[in-house]
């Protein structure tokens, strides 16, 4: 099976960049325009905007575990530069666990793998989930959790 969420994570990308832009237009133009508070307050909502997109920490996913391998490439969606590519790649039988921590109602969710190593389990870092939609969330799950209980 494989979930992909390029489609979502672009249109995320572009809804934060365009809003950030008109937020920046609006306060420039209210300062200008001798309307300090006005600017202010823009600058003020800009900054929980942005906060909000920090704290989801929306991430594009492509998820496969096709060939008896697990394969997770993420990176944030929302990032200025350059964004860090990571990959997770492991075959199916030293994936020991996984955790699906759920926040605010469901909306954010982080996904923590546990595998197998010859020194005991070592977790990989926590990859958001947020961007996924809740079917797909879903699915990954099942898909996870399949592969877990085959290899007991």
């Known amino acids: 099976m494989q979930i992909n969420n390029r489609k979502r994570a672009v249109k995320l990308k572009q809804v934060f960049f365009i809003i950030s832009a008109v937020f920046a237009v609006a306060a ?28 989801a920490d929306y991430q594009f996913i492509e998820y496969s575990d096709e060939n008896n391998k697990v394969r997770l490439r993420f990176y944030k969606a929302i990032s200025f530069g350059n964004p860090n590519f990571n990959e997770i790649e492991f075959l199916h039988p030293i994936l020991k666990n996984a955790l699906f921590e759920n926040s605010i109602f469901g909306k954010m969710s982080d996904l923590t793998l546990f595998v197998k190593t010859k020194r005991g389990v ?31």
């Not at 508070?37 to 906060?51: D, E, P, Q, R």
């Open 28 to 55: 420039l133009i209210f300062f200008f325009i001798d309307l300090l508070a006005l600017a202010l307050i823009s600058i003020g909502v800009f900054s929980l905007w942005y906060i909000y997109f920090h704290v």
């Open 122 to 152: 070592a977790e990989y870092p926590s990859v958001s989930l947020s961007a996924l939609c809740k079917a797909d969330r879903q699915k990954m799950a099942n898909s996870i959790d399949n592969i877990i209980s085959q290899m007991k």
